[in-house]
């Protein structure tokens, strides 16, 4: 031991905590084909007020940072998987929004997205904890405050958005077997561009 002290902000029991559910959460949304929707909604149903309390339970803290973070998800894993979580769901991926600011301007309702909310909570975690992974504490730290602060600002209420469309989807009475199979079909396309990271962890998966 050399006597450096671990940073406090970055190896909190709290921040720890989110960390390793963030990385539930991630290998969750990668493997999303592997299992039938119902399955799959009920999981969500019980991750995402997981996530939600360990975010809210870390202490917020200031950056005075001015570098910026590696990015990376790409535009094409954020595709890849938001088209998967859309296929499962079918006709059901969408639901009526409630907390769009611009909900008072429209004639007609709004509709917002599962999977489009599923894939954005995935792509700041993801992003998230692979900086994480680094092991520089100057770059965790700031990975930290940015996922707070996209919490805060963007993905926690898209995340009880859309958690109030899992509940209602979860019980409900819907089949989703013919979805399944339709989803399948259409899906041959888009498995094949899967990024090579991605294609790795299946291959991983399936061993």
Not at 50 to 58: D, E, G, I, R
Not at 136 to 157: H, K, P, S, V, Y
Not at 167 to 174: G, R
Request: hydrophobic share 40%; charged share 30%; aromatic share 12%.
């Amino acid at each position: 031991m050399d006597g450096k002290q671990l940073n406090p902000i970055v190896y909190s029991k709290n921040t720890i905590e989110l960390v390793t559910v963030a990385n539930e959460y991630c290998r969750f949304i990668e493997g999303v084909s592997k299992e039938p929707a119902r399955d799959f909604l009920a999981k969500v149903q019980k991750i995402l007020p997981l996530l939600y309390l360990k975010v809210s339970v870390v202490q917020p803290f200031e950056s005075d940072q001015e570098f910026a973070l590696e990015k990376f998800v790409s535009e094409v894993d954020y595709n890849f998987l938001q088209q998967k979580i859309m296929n499962l769901l079918g006709e059901h991926d969408d639901y009526k929004e409630v907390f769009d600011d611009d909900m008072q301007f429209s004639e007609q309702a709004l509709t917002a997205s599962v999977s489009e909310d599923l894939a954005d909570i995935y792509q700041d975690l993801k992003d998230f904890i692979m900086s994480y992974q680094i092991g520089d504490e100057l770059i965790m730290q700031e990975a930290l405050w940015e996922c707070l602060n996209n919490f805060r600002t963007f993905w926690g209420q898209k995340l009880v958005n859309c958690l109030r469309a899992v509940h209602e989807l979860v019980y409900s009475d819907i089949d989703f077997e013919e979805q399944v199979k339709i989803a399948d079909e259409e899906g041959s396309d888009v498995h094949s561009e899967k990024p090579g990271w991605l294609n790795h962890l299946f291959n991983q998966d399936e061993d």
